[in-house]
């Protein structure tokens, strides 16, 4: 008992367990073997919700202030050491001498002058390069302790879960379409469903009851690129209790063969949009999967949110559009998701590549991001 109240369900168990094995019939260590079980199953329930969401913060903390924002390079040691202005804003050494050398001495965030001649005359940024030495041992600290977890021999059901490869698959008239599914953390990623691939008989297949497809916070996953240069992710909250939202996960995870993955998104009217998805027969398509008309699930227009892209016709189509700007005196009808991470990869595609299109790589949905 001492153990449970000292928070070691798993080292009291094993005793509760030799007291049952001498003593069948003793009912408080029978009792005692329930509550240590149920506080193990809270444990790992705990680690399952919060564990991808303090990877998320993790990986956010390690990039605040960890780039140029004027050039988005990662700072280093190098022509990117940061160095901070007398009013007190940071870049990287490169591009304070670019502006020095264009005669543009005024700081980019509150315009205020400097007078030096070089960059290397203003002083380093110190401080911002412990912050970011302090993020990567955080970082490795941090796997290596996932790395003991797994090893643990009391944790042998999350060992197990991860030595056995697991594929999604579902089925619908009579065809099967399936995909491998990659454990990320915590998460387990599902991306877009392909009757190609055939699991393994050995395999343990996820059903699609497992896959939350109907809830309302789906988090389905774009990976950007443009040629074969990957930009990153979105991560993105569909509700998949309204229409839109339900034939917005179809589209990300391919359940009835269409996908996004292979389609191409732009930049229209200065919003992110996508207006086609790809058929499995390789040809773009406009043709909604489902009946939606005019929904009224109205919401305001701001950053983030998912709204049906209709186009200069105004007909009803698959595609969606991602508003980038605030607009609290607008609404629109078919709200059905915002973007709850990656919004920073659409804007710097945008600001410093100047792209206007970019191809969506790979898609799918998370499982327990949260």
């Not at 506080?39 to 790992?44: M, T």
């Not at 619908?172 to 491998?180: C, Q």
């Not at 607009?327 to 990869?345: K, P, R, T």
Request: aromatic share 8%; proline share 4%; charged share 25%.
């Amino acid at each position: 008992q001492a153990l449970v109240h000292l928070d070691e369900p798993v080292e009291a168990q094993e005793n509760f367990k030799k007291c049952l094995s001498l003593d069948p019939n003793n009912k408080a260590a029978a009792n005692q073997l329930k509550i240590c079980q149920a506080k193990i199953k809270e444990n790992k329930d705990q680690k399952k919700i919060y564990g991808g969401m303090f990877d998320m913060f993790a990986q956010s903390d390690a990039k605040v202030d960890a780039e140029c924002s004027i050039c988005f390079s990662t700072f280093n040691e190098a022509t990117h050491r940061p160095r901070n202005l007398p009013c007190g804003h940071g870049y990287c050494t490169s591009c304070i001498e670019t502006c020095i050398q264009g005669n543009n001495k005024n700081c980019p965030a509150c315009g205020k002058k400097y007078r030096v001649n070089r960059a290397t005359d203003l002083p380093i940024c110190y401080l911002l390069e412990e912050t970011m030495q302090k993020a990567a041992e955080r970082k490795e600290i941090n796997m290596n302790n996932r790395q003991t977890e797994i090893a643990d021999p009391h944790g042998k059901e999350a060992t197990e879960n991860v030595a056995n490869v697991k594929y999604a698959q579902v089925v619908r008239k009579g065809i099967r379409r399936s995909s491998k599914t990659f454990i990320e953390g915590y998460e387990t990623v599902i991306p877009s469903l392909s009757r190609e691939v055939n699991p393994p008989r050995s395999a343990v297949l996820l059903e699609e009851s497992e896959m939350c497809l109907n809830s309302e916070s789906t988090i389905v996953f774009m990976d950007l690129s443009v040629g074969n240069s990957n930009l990153g992710r979105l991560y993105i909250q569909a509700f998949g209790d309204r229409p839109r939202g339900k034939q917005f996960i179809k589209l990300a995870l391919g359940t009835e063969g269409p996908t996004f993955k292979g389609s191409k998104s732009f930049v229209k009217w200065g919003n992110v949009a996508l207006e086609e998805y790809v058929t499995e027969t390789g040809l773009p398509s406009k043709k909604p999967l489902i009946t939606t008309h005019r929904e009224d699930h109205y919401g305001k227009r701001l950053r983030g949110r998912l709204f049906p892209w209709t186009g200069l016709g105004f007909t009803d189509t698959a595609g969606f559009e991602i508003i980038r700007w605030n607009d609290e005196e607008d609404e629109s009808h078919g709200y059905f998701g915002y973007v709850v991470a990656g919004m920073n990869v659409i804007e710097r595609a945008i600001s410093r590549y100047g792209i206007d299109e970019v191809t969506v790589s790979d898609c799918g949905i998370v499982l327990d991001y949260w």
